[in-house]
Every structure is written in structure tokens, then in C-alpha cells.
């Protein structure tokens, strides 16, 4: 291999860690071998990279974190996952973390059962205390130790599936071993990064007022001093900085700097943005295996999805985006378009969608706003320029005897493309 071949295979490799460490920040060796290996091969690089978004990138034993500390007056941090865990199961995982930093090395569902419980009943815990008695709070909990488990927190030590899914039934028995991973414990959660999150954010009406310079230490200080990674974080992150989302003071900047911030998205990720009059938009290699968990998945060969899809359709149809690209409809508009969808392909609508127009609404309007397509308010809908690939879709259903099955469009449907 020549020295430019190996040169830009490790630099591919590289961006690919990065992107891998952007949809899982925390890596334990234990759980993902191949990427935490690629982190530590790379790690001067990748270290360098997430200071440049004003990012920390830690290492400990065999476990390293990307922390995401919020920037600026906006607070700004990472993106909320497309498909999170209910409510009531985060609370539990944070729970479970906090009464895995009271217990032994080894432990047992059933003891750190009995632990959340007593920590959500503690004077001052202001949740719904968890009761195990109850199947559901069972099955939540059963969720949360599934997400310490993917982190690499807690680390199964028995085999026998059967004994977890009993304590989930009928909650006897000790459910299933597991080791604590204190390392990773240790990076579950940082408390600096902590309380920037929930630091008041007092003078925010001032961005609101339009200031656009300030003495360092003030809001617009602040906004001044933390822009280029505000900007790259949104373009690298969210895949899309739209300036109409920016105070005008950032968007000016963002257009003046767009070739310089497009290359350096470009050469953390080794993909590609393109340039817009409503923005700028990064396209991940589609032939990398980071890329897949980073990019939202629309559409897909499923019911939401379709259905998502014509109804995106319609509401963009014959209406003009305004002069920032986006297209605004009142509730009773959408409500109206879901009606004639839902009208016209009948036929074709699954069990989950079929109860009515308004039951297929909600559906597909999730699939929408979390492909960050739409975004939803009390008054309607927003559709964002980045929504305008998906205009005339070419589809064609062919109903089978899956019709009333939630399998979606058959395989014979063309969907349309990005």
C-alpha cells in the first residue's frame, strides 16, 4: 500500500470513528470491541476533532466518553434520538446508575430492584415512586437494565434468559447477574456537563432583543465567542443548519463562513454538504457503516412510513415555500390533508393507521418530525426545506393478504428517493 493509499484509509477511518462516537458516545471495549479500537487508534485526531465542536473526549481503562457539554447562550448540545425510550424508563435508568454507585461489584436485578425502589421513595425524590409489585414498572425496569447493559455499565453474567423473564412476569426469583462496570459507571453521566444543561440560562431575553456584540461574559459575548462550534455542532450533528433557525446575527455569519464550515464537517465526517439558499446539508458516504445509524432512515418499506410520505406529499403540494423555504400549515389544513389521504388509499391502510383520519395523523407525523422533516406546533405544522427531495414520490400499492398486517407497502412499491 503507498503512503497517500494508507494515508487516506486512516483518515477514513478516522471520520468513521468520529461518526460512530457522535450516535455512541459512550464505548465500552466490552460491548464494542471494533469501535473502541478504532477511538483509541485514532484518538490524538478524534480528540482534536471534538475540541473543535467543543467537545471532551475521555478515556478510562477500557471505556471512553464523548461528552457533549452544551455551548452558548442557546445551550446548545447534542440532538434527541428518533425513537427514545418512554419517559418512565429513563427515569428508572438513571435510578439504576445512581444505586449501581451503592452497590457490589456483582449484583442482581432483584437487588437493585429492591435499591431504585428505595431511592425513588427517598425524601426529596420528586418522581412517581417505582413499585415492583406492579407487571408494567417491572417490564420499565427490565428497559432500563437493558440500556446500562448496551452501554457496557452493567455486564451480564448469567446465560439463562428464563430467569429474567420470570422476575418479569410475576417478579420472583433474582432475575438475572451482572457485573458493574465502574468505568463506565464513572462516564454514564459527568457532572460538569450536568449542570451546564440545567444552568439557568438568565438574560435569554436579551437574543430575543437582537444584541449582536457584548463584552466577554455576556450573552452576546458568549454567542460572539462559541459560534463556529454552534454552527458546526447543528451541520454536524443534525445534518441540516437552516438560517432561519439561527439569531440573525449567527445566520449572517453562517453564510459568510459556509465554504469553511462545510470543510470542516466535510473532513470530520467525510461526507459531503451541499449548499442551499435555506442552509447547508450534510450528506454522510452512504457506503460506510457509521453512516447507517447516523441518517434517518426514510422512507422504509413500512405502513408509517408510507403513509408519512403521502402525506408529506400533498401538504407540499401547489403550496409555495415562503422565503426561507419552509411551507406553514394551520392544524385544520393538516387535519383537511390527513382526511383526503386517508380517503383516497383506504385500501391500503393497516390495522395501526385504519381507526381514522386523525389516528393515521399521529402516526405518521412522528416518522415526520423525527426524520426532521416537519416540525409540529399548537398552531400546525412547519415543513423545513430539507422535506423538498421527498416531492412526487412514485408509489404503487398492490394489496396481499398482509393487507391487514402492519407490514407496509409490498414489495413491489417504489418508494421514492432522496
Not at 151 to 178: H, I, M, N
Not at 322 to 328: C, E, H, P, S
Amino acid at each position: 500500500m503507498t503512503g497517500g493509499a494508507a494515508g487516506q484509509s486512516s483518515g477514513a477511518e478516522a471520520q468513521e470513528a468520529f461518526v460512530g462516537l457522535l450516535t455512541s458516545p459512550l464505548v465500552s471495549a466490552r460491548v464494542n470491541a471494533a469501535l473502541f479500537r478504532a477511538v483509541h487508534d485514532h484518538r490524538g485526531k478524534l480528540t482534536q476533532w471534538a475540541g473543535r465542536l467543543g467537545y471532551r473526549l475521555v478515556f478510562s481503562g477500557t471505556v471512553t466518553r464523548l461528552h457533549r457539554d452544551p455551548a452558548g447562550p442557546q445551550r446548545t448540545a447534542a440532538p434527541p434520538p428518533w425513537s427514545p425510550p418512554p419517559r418512565r424508563v429513563l427515569v428508572l435508568t438513571a435510578l439504576l446508575a445512581a444505586a449501581c454507585e451503592g452497590t457490589d461489584l456483582t449484583t442482581t436485578v432483584q437487588v437493585l430492584s429492591d435499591e431504585v425502589r428505595a431511592l425513588s421513595a427517598s425524601p426529596g425524590a420528586r418522581i412517581t415512586p417505582y413499585n415492583p409489585d406492579r407487571r408494567t414498572e417491572r417490564q420499565s425496569f427490565v428497559r432500563a437494565v437493558g440500556q446500562l447493559t448496551g452501554l457496557g455499565v452493567l455486564v451480564r453474567r448469567t446465560s439463562d434468559e428464563s430467569l429474567l423473564r420470570q422476575w418479569e412476569e410475576d417478579g420472583s426469583g433474582v432475575g438475572a447477574g451482572f457485573e458493574i462496570d465502574r468505568d463506565a459507571l464513572l462516564q454514564f453521566a459527568d457532572p460538569r456537563t450536568v449542570d451546564l444543561a440545567y444552568q439557568a440560562r438568565a438574560g435569554s431575553d436579551d437574543m430575543d432583543a437582537g444584541l449582536d456584540e457584548g463584552p466577554p461574559g455576556s450573552h452576546a459575548g458568549t454567542r460572539l465567542g462559541t459560534r463556529s462550534q454552534r454552527m458546526l455542532r447543528t451541520l454536524v450533528e443534525d445534518t441540516a443548519l437552516l438560517y432561519a433557525d439561527l439569531h440573525p446575527v449567527d445566520a449572517d455569519y453562517a453564510r459568510g463562513q459556509r465554504s469553511w464550515l462545510a470543510g470542516l464537517a466535510e473532513e470530520m465526517t467525510g461526507g459531503s454538504v451541499e449548499m442551499r439558499d435555506e442552509g447547508m446539508l450534510l450528506r454522510l458516504p452512504a457506503d460506510r457503516t457509521a453512516s447507517a445509524p447516523a441518517t434517518a432512515q426514510f422512507p422504509v418499506a413500512t405502513a408509517p412510513s408510507w403513509f408519512a410520505l403521502k402525506l408529506l406529499d400533498a401538504a407540499m403540494a401547489d403550496r409555495a415555500p415562503d422565503a426561507d423555504g419552509r411551507i406553514m400549515l394551520a392544524d385544520s389544513e393538516v387535519d383537511a390533508i390527513a382526511a383526503a389521504v386517508y380517503r383516497d388509499n383506504e385500501q391500503a391502510l393497516t390495522i395501526a393507521l385504519r381507526d381514522s383520519p386523525a389516528r393515521m395523523r399521529s402516526v405518521v407525523e412522528l416518522v415526520l418530525a423525527g426524520c426532521g422533516l416537519i416540525r409540529m406546533t399548537p398552531a400546525g405544522w412547519t415543513i423545513l426545506p430539507v422535506a423538498g427531495r421527498y416531492r412526487d414520490p412514485k408509489a404503487i400499492w398492490e394489496p396481499t393478504i398482509d393487507d391487514l398486517a402492519d407490514t407496509g407497502p409490498s414489495a413491489s412499491e417504489e418508494l421514492a428517493k432522496p
